[in-house]
C-alpha cells in the first residue's frame, strides 16, 4: 500500500483578485486527475500577496503526474500567470496524526 501524498505550495500572487478567481478555475480541473483527494485553498492573514495551496493526493506518483498535466491544461496557465513567486513547494508522507481530545457533551 502507498501512502497518501500531501503537497504543499506557498507562492506570492500578483492579483489577489485574479489570483483568487484562476486557482478556483484550477481547483475545479484538478478534481479530475488521477489520484486527487482534495485541495485546500489559504490566503495569508498577514500578507495579502501570499497564498498556500494544500493538496491531498493518492500518492506521489499520482502528485508528479499531476504537476505534469498542470504544465500544459490551458486553465492553469491563468493561475501560473499570477504567480510572482514560489516560497516553497514540497511533498510529504504523514508520519504520526494527533487529534484533539472529544469535547464531553
Known sequence: MT???LELV???IK???KARLARRAAQDIARQFE???SW???ESLTDENIFAD???WKDLD???AASE???SDPTFAALLAEIDGVVTMSHYAPDRTVEAPAVAA
Do not use: L, N, R, S
Open 54 to 56: 494544500v493538496v491531498f
Open 62 to 64: 499520482c502528485a508528479k
Open 35 to 37: 489520484g486527487f483527494v
Open 3 to 5: 501512502d497518501p501524498c
Open 40 to 42: 485546500t485553498a489559504y
Open 69 to 71: 498535466k498542470i504544465m
Open 10 to 12: 506557498v507562492f506570492k
Open 15 to 17: 492579483d489577489k483578485e
